[in-house]
C-alpha cells in the first residue's frame, strides 16, 4: 500500500509585516504592524513560509514587492482586508521593514513578537489571558514617547536640549515601555475621551465608549458595548452591557488582585468610585464609593431581605444577580440579591 | 389714525462666522469660531441679515470682505471685541469658511450648528442647561483628533499609515464626538492643569483652577472662582467659591444621576473621592471618601447633634448649611448642621 | 600675629546656564536648565563668579564661550556631568540665554528662580520640603503650553485663530503656571504612563512607576522604587517600597491638609480609592476604598485584636505598622497593629 505523501505543516500563529523604529545603537524600540494576521489560511502560510524565515526578521524591498505582488493574485477571499494595499504602501518607507512569523504562542524573544501580541489584542484577534505574554517586561524597552515618535530613553536629554536650542517643540508624553494603543490601532465603532489612557494591548469591543477617567490596561477588556469611566487593570474582563462608573476601580493581578483574575460578566454597574477585588457574574451592582475586596465580610441577604449568612466576598466570587451596598444605618455590607434571582439563592442556601 | 409700519423683525439668537474641517467627503467634522455673538444687536442682525441667508452656510471671501469693511465701518460699541479684526484674518484661510445664523434657539439640526452651541458655552455667552441642546450627538460625528487636527475616523487607519511610512509622528489623542475646549477656546482667568479633560462646551468662570484629576463635560460649569479637583458631569453647575476634592465625583443625568439635575450651590466642599448623588444648596460639605447618592438612608442631627429624623437624601436636595458624614464608629450616615442654619433646620424640621 | 588674609567667599547655593522663552512684551514665560548645578566645587565657584552677577541675567555669547572653555580646561571631577557640553552647545540657540547665579536660598523673586527650584527637584538636587519656595506662586505665570512650546496666554488667541487660518495644527495641553516636567527633564530608572500627570518640580526616586492614575506634584516625591497610582500632592513625601494604588489620595496642604504636612514612610500601601489626611510611619496599610482624615475616630486594636482605645486619628500621626480598615460588620474605623509591632503598641498603650 503506497504512502501518502506527507502534507508540509503550512499553520502558523500569527504573521505581520510592520515598520519598527530603531535606537542610534540599532536596538528595535517599537514596531508598527498595520494587518496583522492570526491564524492565517494554508494558502497565506504557504506564501509566507516561501518569502521569510520563521522568527523575527527585516526584509529587503524587493523581497517584499514580490510577496505582495504573490498576495495581489491570490484570491482576495481569506486575505485580511488591508494586507495586499498596506504591505505595498510600506515599500515606500524610510525606515526598517519588520516581518514577525510566529508558528505557535511561544514565550515571547523579541521585542517585535511583544508588538505583534499587543497588536493582535487591540486587532481584536485575541481575548485577553489567552495569549502567551510571558517576558513581555523583558522585551519591551521603556521608551519616551514625544511628538516626533518613539525616543530612546539614553536619547532623550540629547533630543530635549537640541529642540530648544533649535526651537522646534519636543512634547514628551509618556516613559513607558507600552504605547498608546491609538497611534496603532483603532478598532471601529469605539469613543476614547482620552486616549493616553489605553494602552496598546487593550481589548476594545465594538460599542465600547472610555470616558477621560475610564482607563484599560494593556490584556484587559470591555468586550462591548460599555460605557467605562474607571479603571479596568491588566487580565480584567468586562462583559456587554456592563458599566463602569466614575473613578471605579478593578483589581489587577499586578497590583494587589493576587492570584484571582478579575473578570466581571455582562449588565453589572460598578458605582462611582466603588470598586471590586473579586470577579462577578451577570446582572450585578456595586453601589457607589463601596469597594469590595476577597475578604471583606458580607452579609448575604435572600429576595426577602433575611439574613442568610455572613461569608468572605470571595466566595461569592463569579455569581450572578447581587447587589453590594454598604448599610447607610447600620454600616454592614450586604450583598443582597437585586432580583427574583433563584439561581443566586440557590448557590447561597447551598453554602449553609 | 395713522397704522406705523412694521419694524421688520431684526433680532436673532446667535451668530457666528468661522473655519470648517471636513473630511474627504466634504462633510463637516469640525466648525471653530473665534467670536460668536449670541443676541446680536439690532444693528448687528441687520448687517448679519443683509449679508447672509439664515441658517449654515458658507461664503465666497467677496462677501465676507464685505460684512467685514459695514463691521468695520459700525459704531464698535456693541460689536463683540475681535469680531471685526478675527472676521478680516480669516478671509487668509486656506479653508471653508462657515457662517451659522441662528434665528431662534431650535433644535440642532447641522453640526456647525452643535459647534456653535457648544462654543456659546465656553464663551460664557449660556449656562448649562439653558440651550437647546436637542440631537447634539446625532449632529456630532465620531472624529479622531490629532496632531494634524480633526480626520475622519474612516480616514484614520491611512493617515496613521502613512505618517509611519513618511516618519511624520501622528499622535491620535483622543477618539470621540467632542474635543477639548482648549483648543477653541480659553477664556480669561482660568487654569487648567490637563487640558484633555475638558470638552469644548464646558463654561468655566473667571478664578476656575481645574488640576488634573479635575474634569468638566460640556454642559456643565464651575462658575467660579472654583478649586475643581473632581468631575464635574454633563448638566451639573458649581457654584462661587466651592471646591471639588481630588478624585469626587457628581452625577450627571447621562451616566445614573437619573432625572434629577444635580448642582452645587456656592461654599460647598466636596472632600476627596466623596460624591453626590443629590443637588446641594450653599455651604455643603461631604467629607472625604462618603458617596451620598438620592436614596442613601441619612440620619439627621440638628444644632445640638440630637437625631431629628432618618430620611433619604433626595428629601434633603437643595439644602444649605449640611455636612455629610459617616460616623467612624456607628458607621451611621449623617447629616449634620455645620453652623447655627436656622433655614435649614427649618426645613427639617417641617418634614417631622 | 600676622591675620590670615580672608578667603573670598566663594560658595554658591545654586547655578544654572539655561534657555528661555519671552512673550512679546519680552517678559520670560520658562525657563530650560539643562544642567544645574547646586552647591557648586569652589572651582566652579570661582568660573561662575568671574564670569557673570549675581542673580538673574542673560549673557552674550561670547562671555558664555569663555566660561565654556574655563570649564572645559577644568579637573571634569566636581564638574556635573553634561554641564560644558549642554553650555557649548546653548550657543548655537535661537533663544535668549539666561544665567542665574543663586548666593542662598532666598526668597523667589524672579521666574528664572523659580524654574531653577524646580529644577533642582526634579534633578533630585534637593527634596521636597527643603528648598524655599516662597513666592513661587507670584512669578510664575500662567502659560498656554501648547504643542509651539510655550505661548503666553495674551498671545493665544490670536496663535489659536493663526493656526486655523493655516492650517497648522495648534494643540493646546494645559493653562497652568507649572509645565509638565517631561518636557524638561526625565531622571533616569523611572516610568511615567501619562507625563500631563507630573508637574516640573516633582521629585521622582530611580525606581518610580507612576501610572496613568497617578500624579505628583510640584515639591512632592516618591524616592522610589514606589507604584504610583494615585495622587501625591504638594509637600508630600512618599518612602521607598511604598505603594499608591489606583485612585488613592494624599491630603495637601495646599488643599484641605490643613497645617500638618503628610509623608508616608516605607512599605506602606494605601489602597486603591483611599487616602490619608495623617502622615504615617513604615510598614502601614489602609484598605481600598477608606479615607482617614486628620480628625476621624479611630478604634485601636492590639495586636491580640482587643481595643486598646477610641481616638483621633491624628493622635496616630508618624506611627509604623498600622492597618486601617473599616469593619464591614460594624461600620467602625480600626486601626490593627498588622504585626508583632511592639513599638507600636508602646506608643499606643502609652497613650492610655
Redesign the interface.
Not at 515606500?92 to 525606515?95: G, H, K, P, T
Not at 514625544?146 to 515618535?149: A, F, M, N, R, V
Not at 491609538?182 to 483603532?186: A, D, I, R
Given at each position: 500500500m503506497a504512502t501518502q505523501p506527507t502534507q508540509p505543516d503550512v499553520s502558523l500563529f500569527a504573521f505581520a509585516v510592520g515598520?519598527s523604529r530603531e535606537n542610534k545603537a540599532g536596538q528595535t524600540i517599537d514596531c508598527?504592524y498595520?494587518t496583522p494576521v492570526r491564524d492565517p489560511t494554508p494558502t497565506l502560510c504557504e506564501a509566507v513560509r516561501d518569502s521569510f524565515e520563521p522568527g523575527v526578521g527585516s526584509c529587503a524591498p524587493e523581497r517584499l514587492l514580490s510577496f505582495a505582488t504573490r498576495l495581489g493574485d491570490m484570491d482576495p477571499v481569506g486575505l485580511p482586508s488591508?494586507l495586499v494595499s498596506?504591505t505595498r504602501?510600506?515599500l515606500?518607507?524610510?525606515?526598517p521593514l519588520r516581518i514577525v512569523t510566529l508558528e505557535a504562542d511561544t514565550d515571547i524573544k523579541h521585542t517585535a513578537e511583544a508588538y505583534l501580541k499587543l497588536h493582535l489584542l487591540s486587532h481584536r484577534l485575541a481575548l485577553p489571558n489567552t495569549l502567551n505574554l510571558k517576558n513581555i517586561f523583558a522585551h519591551l524597552p521603556?521608551v519616551?514617547w514625544?511628538?516626533?515618535?518613539a525616543i530612546d530613553?539614553g536619547e532623550?536629554?540629547e533630543a530635549?536640549?537640541?529642540g530648544?536650542?533649535?526651537?522646534d517643540?519636543?512634547?514628551?508624553?509618556?516613559?513607558?515601555?507600552?504605547p498608546?494603543m491609538?497611534?496603532?490601532?483603532?478598532p471601529n465603532g469605539?469613543?476614547?475621551?482620552?486616549?493616553?489612557?489605553i494602552?496598546l494591548g487593550a481589548y476594545l469591543g465594538e460599542g465600547t465608549t472610555v470616558m477621560?477617567?475610564g482607563?484599560i490596561n494593556f490584556n484587559a477588556a470591555a468586550l462591548g458595548p460599555n460605557?467605562v469611566?474607571g479603571?479596568i487593570?491588566q487580565g480584567v474582563v468586562l462583559g456587554a452591557h456592563s458599566?463602569l462608573?466614575?473613578?471605579s476601580?478593578t483589581?489587577g493581578t499586578l497590583?494587589?488582585g493576587g492570584e484571582i483574575t478579575i473578570s466581571i460578566g455582562s449588565n453589572c454597574?460598578i458605582?462611582?468610585?466603588?470598586?471590586t477585588?473579586i470577579p462577578l457574574g451577570d446582572r450585578c451592582t456595586i453601589?457607589?464609593?463601596?469597594?469590595i475586596?476577597a475578604g471583606?465580610?458580607?452579609?448575604l441577604k435572600d429576595e426577602n431581605a433575611k439574613t442568610v449568612k455572613?461569608i468572605k466576598a470571595r466566595e461569592l466570587a463569579g455569581g450572578s444577580d447581587m447587589l453590594f451596598i454598604?448599610?447607610?444605618?447600620?454600616?454592614?455590607?450586604e450583598c443582597r440579591s437585586n432580583r427574583k434571582a433563584i439561581a443566586l439563592n440557590e448557590q447561597l442556601h447551598a453554602h449553609n
Open positions: 515598520l508598527f498595520p488591508g498596506a504602501a510600506m515606500e518607507a524610510d525606515r521603556n519616551a514625544t511628538s516626533k515618535g530613553i532623550l536629554d530635549l536640549l537640541h530648544r536650542i533649535s526651537g517643540h519636543l512634547e514628551v508624553t509618556s516613559i513607558d515601555k507600552f498608546r491609538t497611534n496603532y490601532v483603532v469605539v469613543r476614547i475621551a482620552d486616549a493616553s489612557r494602552r477621560h477617567e482607563f460605557m469611566e479603571r487593570s458599566d462608573g466614575g473613578g476601580s483589581m497590583s494587589g454597574l458605582g462611582a468610585n466603588a470598586g477585588g453601589e457607589a464609593g463601596l469597594y475586596t471583606t465580610l458580607v452579609t455572613t454598604r448599610n447607610s444605618q447600620t454600616g454592614q455590607i
